[in-house]
């Protein structure tokens, strides 16, 4: 009995010291399992068999899509616009984010137009009159959608250009709302993020990714980290002033009434809260400037 409790134990130290290596130097490719290991992988976040166990899961036929898919206002929206892709589940989460934004004035960024049909999309959909949405692509046959005089513009460039970007940001920015649907690969998108998060998005704006299970693909995954494992970092330093004080120090605090000198990555303090979807994100951008403080009666 004690054998296996040592197994068990080793078994668990190396699953831990496995995880932080790879937080700390980058998941080198996706090596992914198939679906007959995949149940294998599961134990590594600690989940009991009951949650495990491998299961059928079947797509929906256009037919037997969700019942309120149709009553969707962005799906009613898409419906009408040529040349569209989007995953059926995708709508629920739009509206879930966006929906409290619609009649407030916007100013868009979405990276990526491939056929302009997101554009004209979120320009019909966020309604207020003085609402702007800007595109950038790396593909010059998009210039065709720029349309000044509706509020859409179409910039071309690179969503990895630093300069490219910053060049949209003081023309159009800051934005309320920055779409990432872009080229989908993995360090596109963590290096949009970091040209765009600190001066192209308002203090109360959203950083929105979406399409992350490119990440899990070959082609797409071009970087050590994934967006996905970036942003779960992300989250990690959201808590960044919880890793060195300890809970006493936060106490003395409450009773002598002292303020605390923290010290944090700045990116603690931009962050208010972050969503995950399947295959999105939401990043929504504060400026916290205090850190809390553990109060009593």
């Not at 198939?34 to 495990?52: E, H, I, Q």
Request: charged share 20%; net charge neutral.
């Amino acid at each position: 009995m004690i054998g296996n409790l040592l197994k068990q134990l080793f078994n668990a130290l190396g699953i831990s010291i496995r995880y932080r290596l790879s937080r700390l130097f980058g998941h080198r490719g996706p090596n992914l399992p198939n679906t007959a290991s995949l149940a294998g992988t599961f134990p590594m976040v600690g989940l009991d068999p009951v949650y495990t166990k491998t299961v059928t899961w079947r797509t929906d036929r256009n037919d037997l899509a969700a019942a309120r898919l149709p009553s969707n206002p962005i799906y009613q929206l898409w419906r009408a616009m040529p040349e569209g892709l989007k995953w059926t589940h995708y709508f629920e989460t739009y509206e879930a984010v966006f929906g409290a934004r619609r009649n407030t004035p916007m100013r868009v960024l979405e990276i990526g137009v491939f056929a302009g049909a997101s554009l004209r999309l979120w320009k019909s959909y966020f309604q207020h009159p003085q609402t702007s949405v800007v595109g950038v692509d790396i593909e010059p046959a998009c210039a065709r959608f720029d349309a000044p005089s509706d509020g859409i513009h179409v910039r071309i460039g690179s969503q990895a250009d630093n300069e490219f970007l910053a060049r949209v940001v003081a023309e159009f920015g800051p934005f309320d709302l920055i779409i990432d649907d872009g080229s989908h690969h993995s360090a596109h998108m963590i290096k949009s993020f970091n040209s765009l998060y600190a001066t192209g998005l308002k203090d109360d704006g959203i950083y929105f990714v979406e399409d992350l299970h490119a990440n899990y693909w070959p082609g797409w995954r071009d970087s050590a980290n994934s967006f996905l494992d970036f942003s779960k970092d992300l989250l990690e330093l959201m808590h960044a002033h919880y890793w060195e004080t300890r809970l006493p120090t936060w106490t003395a605090e409450s009773e002598s009434g002292v303020s605390l000198t923290l010290e944090v990555p700045e990116i603690t303090t931009l962050i208010k809260e972050i969503r995950f979807f399947d295959s999105m994100v939401a990043i929504y951008k504060t400026r916290r400037l205090h850190a809390p403080r553990y109060i009593s009666p």
